[in-house]
């Protein structure tokens, strides 16, 4: 492998490692859960990425999770 | 190992999981596990020998030859092979006989999964995840504050204690969680000590609740009173968070990592403009604020941004901290390797035995184990690890790298946050942390109260106080109590042999006040919104129309009460003709590990249950240590006669001065300060006598569940049934020659387009 490649890697996998922890994959994880799930039934639509987001936090009002000390 | 052969496992936990034949093993058999440990190659057997020697002589280092002064890197060393060797046969030894996870059993993530709460997370990400969500400024503070008593005592409690009882803990309770399909603390105490187990626990948790958001804002409090530059830096993230906020909400949804980075640079500019401000004249006097009403506004804050919708305020403060709370902590590990400070602090102070600490009051035993909570054994946690991370657990195997392993993590947040403070000069370390009371918050009497200590080595001068202020870009450090101040000034003089020299030190030293105010900002934000919904559900017992949470009337009346809970307690901190802080933290301290020892005794009742009386001492032993501990600080607050150490005994000294007719007595001198102590020493009693009798209450009833299991001979579990699992994926940081060969099975079938896993 060569150096270029090793750094391309090595980045990539940073890359996903913060995005990760950060939660930014969460639309990607929702609609693949959504399309194993429910395919491309038009009766269960799949949210957008906007109305993901926004259903995220609004679920986060009504269900808290603590920070700790 | 055919696909569909039956893994061997205990006859309890055997309910049909024959796994879908047209898969690849989801699970390997524990026996292969138990070969691939027990195959000991000469490189394994040389690498552990090593280990276990570095971290011998580091120990020897540290406890026995204390030279003058001792290296910093010798702390490091000593944590890392102690948490290694921990974690390699400690944890493997509970995950073998006491919680046996079966890799075949469905998680809630799969067998519950939704997309959203529960999903499947990598254990590398959620690893990160659950770190995040379980580390703050506890961590940070505690250790500072312990440093009086030298740095022994409070690196054996870190290092021992997170292995034998915070790791513990986190892993037991995430582990049950997860076998309930991720049911809280409250619920399990409910399901395992009956009805009045069950409310002493909730009961227990919330006025916890208070405590700890109360005295967290106390520390943030300290940290900011009259520094300019500090409330404008850390005002500044709400702007930038609110921005943010608005950037994800109505421009790029859901892009995190980019807004994060863009949310860091504001923040940085943040740290820097605030110094630029500070040095004028209209900066410093708009944003030079005094204690009391910077306390106030810290309690409005906290009302309106619990009330705020999440997406606007806590969601995007909440990334930038993790974003800040990984890095920053990588760096400091790396700037202490690099630096290697050499520590001149005693390996054991005499405040250690005679109790008279300026910083905190009281002796090693029991104090040094309430005042280092976090790091060691921290109760709190049993929140995290029974909300969130069992959820988004892949494998049942994998709870022990993230319960066991991340706590390991926070405990090596806790040393180098003690190496950091042990770092600093010792004349400045006091007279940083000794209450205004005592140094009357002048340089002159700083210098003559640390002086007049009598400590070895210590020899304070005027100049030493005024050069680190004008360092660090205060007007003053006398004084500045609470442990994040001191762990800044530790930070910046470290980072300024790595990076900058000591013209970069007052940016180092505002970037982890920075640092710190903004964990705790998240913590008292996300802590009054849980308590709040923890108090309308208990109110909804009565008036069953709190239990609608979209009820704004009810909401704000319930956050009302908690921010007034926890304000009056502030309030009360920051006013203390005493100090606060050194009257306070313990009663954090005692608060955490109370909740610790409920935590332990939800998962006594639960091992009790099953019927492995065998290895119930795992988890009798941290039990039995934080209840010895917290019920005897507590009983010490209550009972001593002591007046630095026992409340009562401070208030009726204050009340028969009062009843003299004097004007003056002790550190108070006015007749107001003197009814404040009496006022605010009655409060903390009864706090105190709340707690113990709430801890004491959920003990017994744990332990006649004990009892009872143990009478009848009880072979029952409260756990969720057994779902078979279809999924597959290693259970520690690096996948074992086994695992990958499964895995390799895995990645090798045609792409359904159902699971994408990542491996490098």
């Known amino acids: 492998m060569s150096v270029t490649t090793a750094v391309r890697s090595a980045a990539a996998g940073l890359a996903w490692y913060v995005k990760g922890v950060l939660g930014e994959d969460a639309y990607d994880k929702y609609r693949a859960h959504h399309e194993s799930v429910h395919g491309t039934d038009a009766a269960t639509p799949v949210m957008t990425e906007r109305e993901f987001w926004r259903d995220q936090t609004d679920r986060q009002d009504t269900n808290p999770q603590g920070r700790c000390c | ?760």
């Open chain 2, 1 to 760: 190992m055919g696909a569909t052969s039956k893994i061997p496992h205990d006859a309890i936990d055997d309910p049909d999981l024959t796994q879908d034949p047209a898969l690849p093993p989801v699970a390997l058999d524990p026996r292969i596990h138990e070969a691939e440990e027990a195959h000991w190659t000469p490189v394994k057997i040389a690498i552990w020998v090593a280990i276990a020697l570095l971290g011998g002589l580091s120990w020897v280092m540290l406890a026995v030859v204390r030279g003058e002064t001792v290296n910093a890197i010798w702390f490091v060393f000593a944590a890392i092979c102690t948490y290694l060797i921990g974690y390699r046969f400690y944890s493997n030894y509970i995950q073998k006989h006491l919680l046996r996870p079966d890799d075949r059993r469905a998680t809630p993530a799969e067998y519950k999964a939704d997309g959203k709460d529960y999903a499947a997370t990598d254990r590398r990400v959620l690893f990160g995840h659950h770190f995040a969500a379980i580390a703050g400024a506890g961590p940070l503070v505690g250790p500072v504050l312990a440093a009086q008593m030298g740095y022994l005592p409070g690196t054996i409690w870190i290092i021992v204690g997170v292995v034998f009882a915070g790791a513990v803990q986190d892993y037991l309770v995430l582990f049950f969680s997860m076998r309930r399909g991720g049911r809280s603390l409250g619920q399990m105490a409910r399901d395992e000590l009956g009805r009045v187990g069950g409310t002493a626990a909730l009961l227990a948790t919330l006025t916890i609740m208070v405590i700890i958001v109360a005295i967290l804002a106390l520390v943030v409090v300290n940290a900011l009173a009259e520094s300019a530059w500090g409330v404008f830096s850390v005002g500044m993230t709400i702007p930038i968070a609110l921005f943010m906020g608005c950037y994800l909400r109505f421009f790029r949804p859901g892009k995190v990592t980019e807004i994060s980075i863009i949310g860091f640079v504001l923040l940085i500019a943040a740290i820097v403009g605030g110094g630029a401000i500070a040095g004028t004249e209209w900066g410093s006097a708009m944003f030079h604020i005094d204690k009391v009403p910077l306390a106030i506004g810290i309690i409005v804050y906290g009302f309106v941004a619990a009330i705020l919708p999440v997406w606007l305020l806590l969601a995007p403060r909440d990334y930038l901290s993790t974003f800040m709370k990984i890095g920053t902590i990588g760096m400091l590990a790396v700037a202490i390797i690099i630096v290697r400070p050499e520590i001149t602090v005693p390996a054991v102070t005499d405040f250690a035995t005679n109790g008279n600490g300026p910083v905190v009051s009281g002796t090693l035993f029991p104090f040094l184990f309430v005042t280092i909570a976090c790091g060691a054994l921290s109760g709190f946690h049993a929140l995290i690890a029974s909300g969130t991370t069992p959820k988004l657990i892949e494998k049942e195997r994998q709870t022990r790298f993230i319960g066991y392993g991340g706590m390991l993590m926070e405990s090596f947040v806790a040393i180098m946050a003690l190496v950091a403070a042990l770092s600093i000069d010792q004349g400045i370390y006091y007279a940083m942390n000794a209450s205004p009371a005592l140094t009357g918050g002048t340089v002159q009497g700083a210098v003559a109260f640390v002086n007049g200590l009598g400590l070895t080595g210590v020899n304070l001068t005027p100049e030493m106080l005024t050069q680190t202020a004008i360092n660090v870009g205060e007007e003053s450090i006398v004084s500045r109590t609470g442990g994040a101040p001191t762990l800044s000034v530790g930070l910046a003089n470290i980072m300024q042999q790595v990076a900058g020299g000591s013209g970069m030190m007052a940016f180092w030293y505002h970037f982890a006040i920075m640092f710190e105010a903004l964990f705790i900002l998240t913590a008292v934000d996300a802590g009054t919104r849980v308590a709040r919904f923890m108090l309308q559900d208990s109110l909804g017992n009565f008036f069953p129309k709190f239990k609608d949470t979209s009820w704004r009337t009810g909401a704000w009346l319930t956050t009302g009460i908690m921010v007034a809970a926890w304000g009056a307690v502030l309030v009360m901190g920051v006013t203390d003709p005493l100090g606060g802080i050194n009257t306070l933290f313990p009663l954090f301290g005692i608060a955490n590990q109370l909740l610790a020892a409920i935590a332990l005794a939800v998962c006594l009742a639960i091992v009790a249950k099953r019927g492995l009386f065998k290895h119930l001492w795992i988890v009798a032993l941290p039990l039995g240590f934080a209840a010895v501990v917290t019920i005897t600080a507590s009983i010490l607050k209550i009972f001593s006669t002591v007046p630095s150490v026992g409340y009562f005994a401070q208030n009726a000294a204050f009340s028969n001065a009062l009843a003299a007719g004097e004007t003056s007595f002790g550190t108070a001198t006015s007749v107001e300060a003197m009814e404040a102590v009496v006022r605010n020493t009655m409060v903390q009693g009864i706090l105190s006598i709340i707690f113990v009798t709430l801890a004491v209450i959920v003990i017994f009833t744990a332990l006649q569940a004990t009892w009872n299991a143990w009478k009848t001979r009880s072979n029952a579990t409260s756990e969720d049934l057994a779902v078979p699992s279809r999924i597959f994926a290693p259970s520690g940081l690096k996948a074992t020659p086994a695992e990958k060969a499964t895995q390799a099975l895995w990645d090798a079938r045609p792409s359904t387009g159902r699971r994408k896993v990542r491996e490098h």
